[in-house]
């Protein structure tokens, strides 16, 4: 990478990452178990991506940004989890200072449109319940393209900024990561160099995309709320509520994660709390929104068994 300080190459060619666990007896059983969890996350994500391609009745908005959420689920995951798994077995977990920068960039960036998806899943949800007449001019094909391009593209800028704020930085000789990925905050301990700007970017643009991404969720929900209690069916309130409920229900899991790793007291804040928070959103939510959005979706359910029930067609 051409942009990373050439002073940093010649110092630290690679880092060693700590894991989530030193103690010897548990390495086979977390591999074993996170291994399980990230199959499941990588079978159920692709499995959402091709079945809201290839079914005609889920080319709906709501669908298109399920679709985009399972790529972002299966691209943070894979960015963290292949990586802590082949640390299990190692003898010493080995990462390359180019490939830790990769993994970060990567992270961030799939971490901030997650956020943002959610977001304009939750307008989404507002427009077909509060506006249902006016939902297929509202949520055009042009609008779904333009409310997941611009999340990507801010989220590429600022894990392109954050990568190199960090990785311009001088390192000292200290080359171990208290983490299992590569992280910007443990990072920032190895840096020689004063970190002040660095940290004040991180939390400022944490803060912003935590508080203008719920803000628009709980806008959006609030308005629905009033719409559906202003609604005269009992039939009606409990649709409109069913279809909220899937989307409540992955916005409630990562930002109340979220929340845990960023507002605690200083005094109570370890490394160690947020390896636990980080296994819970790099690996297990990846696996959960997919069964979350399959589960307690009939029309996802109904795409499945219309695919079980297609005979195959094979060419002559």
Same mark, same amino acid.
């Given at each position: 990478?051409?942009?990373?300080?050439?002073?940093? +190459?010649?110092?630290?060619?690679?880092?060693?990452?700590?894991?989530?666990?030193?103690?010897?007896?548990?390495?086979?059983?977390?591999?074993?178990?996170?291994?399980?969890?990230?199959?499941?996350?990588?079978?159920?994500?692709?499995?959402?991506?091709?079945?809201? &391609?290839?079914? @005609?009745?889920?080319?709906?908005?709501?669908?298109?940004?399920?679709?985009?959420?399972?790529?972002?689920?299966?691209?943070?995951?894979? !960015?963290?989890?292949?990586?802590?798994?082949?640390?299990?077995?190692?003898?010493?977990?080995?990462?390359?200072? &180019?490939?830790?920068?990769?993994?970060?960039?990567?992270?961030?960036?799939?971490?901030?449109?997650?956020?943002?998806?959610?977001?304009?899943?939750?307008?989404?949800?507002? +427009?077909?319940?509060?506006?249902?007449?006016?939902?297929?001019?509202?949520?055009?094909?042009?609008?779904?393209?333009?409310?997941?391009?611009?999340?990507?593209?801010?989220? !590429?800028?600022?894990?392109?900024?954050?990568?190199?704020?960090?990785?311009?930085?001088?390192?000292?000789?200290?080359?171990?990561?208290?983490?299992?990925?590569?992280? @910007?905050?443990?990072?920032?301990?190895?840096?020689? @160099?004063?970190?002040?700007?660095?940290?004040?970017?991180?939390?400022?643009?944490?803060?912003?995309?935590?508080?203008?991404?719920?803000?628009?969720?709980?806008?959006?929900?609030?308005?629905?709320?009033?719409?559906?209690?202003?609604?005269?069916?009992?039939?009606?309130?409990?649709?409109?509520?069913?279809?909220?409920?899937?989307?409540?229900?992955? +916005?409630?899991?990562?930002?109340?994660?979220?929340?845990?790793?960023?507002?605690?007291?200083?005094?109570?804040?370890?490394?160690?709390?947020?390896?636990?928070?980080?296994?819970?959103?790099?690996?297990?939510?990846?696996?959960?929104?997919?069964?979350?959005?399959?589960?307690?979706?009939?029309?996802?359910?109904? !795409?499945?068994?219309?695919?079980?029930?297609?005979?195959?067609?094979?060419?002559?």
């Amino acid at each position: 990478m051409a942009w990373m300080g050439t002073h940093n +190459v010649t110092e630290l060619k690679e880092f060693i990452l700590l894991g989530i666990t030193d103690r010897p007896e548990l390495q086979t059983p977390f591999f074993v178990l996170f291994l399980i969890i990230y199959m499941i996350s990588l079978l159920g994500n692709l499995g959402l991506i091709i079945l809201t &391609n290839i079914d @005609s009745k889920l080319q709906t908005p709501m669908y298109f940004f399920l679709r985009h959420l399972a790529f972002i689920d299966l691209g943070y995951s894979t !960015a963290v989890g292949p990586k802590a798994l082949v640390n299990f077995i190692a003898d010493q977990n080995r990462i390359p200072y &180019n490939w830790c920068a990769t993994q970060l960039t990567l992270f961030i960036f799939f971490i901030i449109s997650e956020l943002f998806i959610l977001s304009a899943m939750a307008f989404d949800r507002y +427009v077909a319940i509060c506006n249902p007449l006016l939902y297929p001019v509202i949520m055009s094909h042009r609008v779904c393209w333009l409310l997941v391009s611009i999340p990507y593209l801010y989220s !590429a800028i600022i894990s392109l900024i954050t990568t190199v704020k960090i990785f311009t930085s001088s390192f000292c000789g200290n080359n171990v990561i208290i983490h299992f990925y590569c992280d @910007s905050l443990p990072l920032l301990t190895l840096v020689c @160099s004063t970190t002040r700007g660095t940290e004040l970017f991180i939390l400022m643009d944490s803060v912003f995309n935590l508080v203008s991404s719920l803000l628009i969720v709980l806008v959006s929900y609030v308005l629905i709320l009033i719409a559906v209690l202003r609604m005269n069916s009992a039939e009606g309130r409990r649709k409109a509520f069913s279809t909220c409920g899937s989307h409540l229900t992955a +916005v409630v899991i990562l930002y109340g994660t979220l929340f845990f790793m960023y507002v605690q007291p200083s005094s109570s804040h370890s490394f160690d709390d947020d390896k636990m928070a980080s296994v819970f959103y790099t690996l297990i939510i990846p696996m959960l929104n997919p069964l979350i959005y399959s589960l307690r979706n009939k029309e996802v359910k109904g !795409a499945l068994q219309r695919i079980w029930k297609t005979p195959c067609k094979l060419p002559i």
